[in-house]
């Protein structure tokens, strides 16, 4: 027996201990950005509440650091160049018939001048001391003055203009011969005439002779700051076109490698849970029939409706719908349990058959009924709650720790309908009630998690129903493919899929290690802060009220880093996507945000797989920037075509360009061989200025948005799918499973119990639940 099994009573009314929070750096930096602002103008203008203030200034001060980086990314792409090579430009004299004036070249100088034009070998002869105490007079004619002329800048040459001129180079600086007429310098000029001499060919004098009466200009070459800048600018373009290539290599090695065939030598006992909220009738059925038609054997269908909700324009509500589509064997009695937001709910559970038109499956159905006095939307507190029940029923199951009477209904259900203890069950594939899914999936799972025990959780790929209802839906055919064959699969290789979606993913429970079982899913290092019930951050909002599956996720790399989340391409499910711009609106801004914040939980974790740039973090950190300047990074793909069509091509851009747009094409030829998503791959790229520009922006304003939208509608809609209400004050007792066990033999529980007592008989009776 577990030292902890028989504690004190547990009263959801005793407040927690409240310890005082140390200030993060964060809380110090975001008020800076609205420092102007006095919080009395918010409440004017409709924020008054401290929490809604606080949210919308970490919104400006998140928007004012995006738009600082997008600011740092248009200097590096646009501004560096003019500001480190500022003042280096260079008169190349074989550029100079571009000129659009007369000029005069001479003396290693350019001039302008409305008498002469051209080059001019020698304006005026320079009286050289050398010339003179070697010769005794100069070795050069007389020339024009070029006081009469108005200089520009220096002349420079470069290697071509040397040669075809037949000028002589010294250390860098540039020498017409033409221009001598003392027959001393014939052997040196024939021998290096349109080359490069040094300094030992002549003596002293006369070689200082020659570079004062000769000099005509400067080889040309770029300054200190314009090598660096162009050292940066190819530096990143190796880095980010190197980063594409991995990726997308990594990903096809991926694929291929995960198409071979694994047969599993068991079949776990799997729950498939489908949480619902306001689907109809028929998409609820076909969720239903695809589940009950796994070709798998060890599976019990889990049902949690969320709450006495009718969806829009239905009749009944979706529990209703849910058990009239059931055969019930057993109603049992509405119990009670503690919801997220702290606050009593009530759930009732059902247990029975689910018949499709060829199969027969066990089914349990679990439905929020909320307390009596509940008006608007009895019960439902969220997805995110319906999870923490069945996540929270394991890890008490499996920690051993005291249930609510809510936990025993689920036991007894999971029980009847598998003929087999609860603690049994591997695994848990998760559904949403719109999703169809491919009958061999479950198989493919199973058959990963027994092939490879590090493996913790996996998603498959979804494909899309409604592919041609709209123009929304046919621009999210091709963004679903890469998402799943480019990133997913890249990620994969790492062991470390950020976002298992939940409309379609499996996790293991737990695992066996050494002769004992390790919690995975039910882990209390999981589920502690996946069931948090505060949120006082606008980052912690969005983690916990917008991206519940991406951050379950997340919870599971930085638990289990040392395990794996990854893509199983051969598991297929497919289901609808919004066909309408504002429900696509609604869900991408829950989706780029809870991204957003997800990345910046997962790229401070250092343990993650790999080292530096070839590790997870890295990549995590790579996606996390290219997300917060997707908006700039069009905006720059359109000014870099309209500049190579207008102006003058810059080819290194536009070769990483095509890479990036050509590339997917290969993709679509190596991992699915349909060419139906060449097609596809156009129509995303002409909607990229709604991947990149209007969603982004549009969700980035709106990180203080916790609703969710036009997602899911229901019939006198008048608050937020996760309702918040005060915690309640209801007092009731928790028991272990051997209390509850016990009390069922004597034929009622007690409201006291002797703990020393039943710690006795329970030991000589019935044993611990681990004997079972």
Partial sequence: MPSNLFLDTNDFSCPPKVYKKRKSLWAIIYPIFTILIPSKVLSICGMKTKEVRNAWREKVALVSIIFLLCMLLGFLTFGMNIVVCKGSNQYIYGRLPEFPAPVVIGNGEIYYSDEYEGLIHNLKTIKSSACKRRFGESITDSGID?????????????????KQLKLILINDRVYDPSIVNHSFYDEFIA??????????????????????????????????????????????????????????????????????????????????????????????????????????????????ADGLVKGSGSETTTPDIIIELMSVDKRREATDYKSLNGTLNRGVVYSGTYSSDTNTCKMVVIVKVG???????????????????????????????????????????????????????????????????????????NSAFVNDTKIMGMCGETKIINKGVSWVTMIQVFEYYISHHLTKAFESIFGGVTCLPGCFCIYRIKIKEDDKYVPILANSFVLNPY??????????????????????????????????????PAATCRTYVPDTFPVLLSQRRRWINSTVHNLMELVSVNALCGTFCCSMQFAVGVELAG??????????????IAVSILIKPAWIPLIMLACIFGLPVVLILITSFKLQYIFWLLIYILSLPVWNLVL???????????????????????????????PTTHHFRLYTLEERKYAKKRGKLPENIDDELIEKQIKSTMGSISEN
């Avoid at 070029?146 to 071509?160: G, H, R, T, V």
């Avoid at 069950?425 to 999703?435: G, K, L, Q, R």
């Avoid at 948090?532 to 997340?554: P, W």
Wanted: charged share 25%; hydrophobic share 45%; net charge negative.
């Fill in 696 to 726: 982004p922006v549009y969700a980035f304003w709106h990180f203080d948005d916790f609703s969710w939208g036009e997602t899911r509608k229901v019939d006198n809609d008048v608050g937020a799918h996760d309702t918040v209400e005060q």
């Fill in 531 to 568: 069931s948090v019930t505060r949120t006082e951050t606008l980052h912690e909002k969005n983690l916990l009220l917008l991206g519940e599956d991406r951050y379950l996720t997340t919870l599971l790399l930085k638990t289990f880093y040392r395990r794996k989340l990854i893509f199983l």
């Fill in 371 to 445: 307390r009596e006095d509940e008006r608007s939307k009895p019960g439902n507190r969220g997805k995110r709650d319906s999870q923490v029940i069945i996540m929270g029923f394991f890890q008490k199951l499996l920690y051993q720790e005291r249930m609510t009477d809510l936990d025993f209904e689920i036991y007894e259900a999971f029980k009847e309908a598998m003929d087999m203890e609860p603690a049994c069950f591997e695994m848990i594939m998760m559904v949403d009630a719109d999703t169809i899914v491919h009958p061999d999936a479950l198989h493919h799972f």
């Fill in 191 to 304: 021998k290096y005439a349109g080359k490069m001499a040094d300094d030992n060919n002549l003596d002293s004098l006369a070689l200082q002779c020659f570079k004062d009466s000769c000099y005509f200009g400067k080889l040309g070459g770029k300054t200190y700051g314009c090598l660096v800048a162009d050292i940066l600018l190819y530096l990143s373009t190796v880095i980010i076109f190197s980063l594409i290539i991995i990726k997308f290599v990594l990903s096809i090695v991926y694929s291929w490698l995960i198409r071979k065939k694994r047969v599993a030598a068991e079949n776990l006992p799997c729950i498939m849970l489908v949480t619902c909220y306001s689907e109809d009738r028929e998409g609820i059925k076909k969720t239903l029939d695809s589940l009950c038609n796994q070709n798998y054997s060890e599976k019990v269908i889990l049902v949690i």
């Fill in 627 to 640: 997300t917060l300047v997707l908006p700039v990074s069009i905006i720059f793909t359109f000014v870099l």
């Fill in 146 to 162: 070029p006081d009469d002329l108005i200089k520009i800048a220096d002349i420079y040459f470069n290697f071509n203009d040397i």
